[in-house]
């Protein structure tokens, strides 16, 4: 199971989480309390070892910025949080993890107009910003065998007491989390280490 842990702006955290088996460390350069500037998340990437992937999250962003965050910090991929085309993705030419906010109506077909080599995120919808909320969607609202499951990320207010039930029910690609492993709106290195040991089964 693939853990990504997001929203890390401290090298001792991002440290926790290498030593503790992450597989993905996300960045986010979209409006939020956990935003990092291009400078802040290059110094940060020094610590993570090319073993581990360095994710960027953006919700529509233009295609020169994400480019250059691309170059620059440097970033083997961009998660796209907002309503980014499967035109728009083809062209951007990088790997990209595409963000499927989960409500009522929501229309899944849309994830097959998207190239075949793209990974989703399934996430509840945003509250204060697009992402990030620490809500959990109606995993029950979902047939896992309708999704490609094996290019899935389950997100969406995981955290250490719930990670386990989401890998069994949607057995998917991957888990992502960030607000589940926070306390009092800070990274929390033991729920870091916690949360990455329950999604991958090795407590
Ligand atoms: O984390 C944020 O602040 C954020 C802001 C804007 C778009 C996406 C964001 N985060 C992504 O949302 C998922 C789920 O978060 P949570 O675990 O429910 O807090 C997170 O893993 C990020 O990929």
Known sequence: MKVKICGLRHK???????????DYIGFVFAKSRRQVSLEEAHDLATVIPTSVKTVGVF??????????????VPLDIVQLHGQESPSFVETLGVPVIKAITLS?????????????NV?????????????????????????????????????????????????????????????????????????????IAEAKGDK
């Not at 929501?106 to 190239?115: A, F, N, R």
């Open 104 to 116: 009522a109506g929501t229309d899944l077909s849309t994830v097959s107009l998207y190239p075949k």
């Open 119 to 195: 990974h989703f995120l399934l996430d509840a919808p945003g509250s204060a910003y697009e992402g990030g909320s620490g809500h959990v969607f109606d995993w029950h609202a979902i047939e896992p065998k309708t999704l490609p499951m094996g290019r899935v990320f389950i997100a969406g207010g995981l955290n250490i007491e719930n990670v386990h039930q989401a890998v069994i029910y949607f057995d998917p690609y991957g888990v992502d989390v960030s607000s589940g492993v926070e306390t009092d709106g800070q990274k929390d290195v033991s729920k870091i280490m916690r949360f």
């Open 59 to 72: 919700v529509n962003p233009s295609m020169a910025d994400v480019l250059q965050a691309v170059k620059d």
């Open 12 to 22: 001792k955290d991002i440290e926790a989480a290498v030593e503790a088996g992450a």
